[in-house]
């Protein structure tokens, strides 16, 4: 059974700092090209980082400066450092999976960023 399974999220204060995982199961992790996306309330979901199988990562400008995406072949994770967290930040965040017709998705995390 393909699985992603998301955790990390949580409140923190604007200026702080989270960790975000994804862990994969029931596929071969390493052919999928993997992704953060996120939605917050009332908005489309939108792209925040993808990683290629070889560890390439592309981040939207509004996050670049900010959040590192990476990837853990040998624990079948990804990561998403999501550091100087603005309220504009929050929202629930999902992983996701993609190799060639197929894509998965996880259930989300929720980020609140809130004083």
């Known amino acids: 059974q393909e699985r992603l399974v998301e955790s990390g999220g949580g409140l923190v204060q604007p200026g702080g700092s989270l960790r975000l995982s994804c862990a994969a199961s029931?596929?071969?992790?390493?052919?999928?090209?993997m992704g953060w996306y996120r939605q917050a309330p009332g908005k489309q979901r939108e792209l925040v980082a993808q990683?290629?199988?070889?560890?390439?990562?592309t981040l939207v400008d509004s996050v670049k400066d900010r959040f590192t995406m990476s990837r853990d072949n040998t624990k079948d994770t990804i990561y998403l450092q999501m550091n100087s967290l603005r309220a504009e930040d929050t929202a629930v965040y999902y992983c996701?999976?993609?190799?060639?017709?197929?894509?998965?998705w996880g259930q989300g995390t929720q980020v609140t960023v809130s004083s």
């Open positions: 996701n999976a993609q190799f060639l017709t197929v894509t998965l």
């Open positions: 029931g596929i071969q992790f390493n052919i999928y090209k």
């Open positions: 990683i290629t199988t070889s560890g390439r990562t």
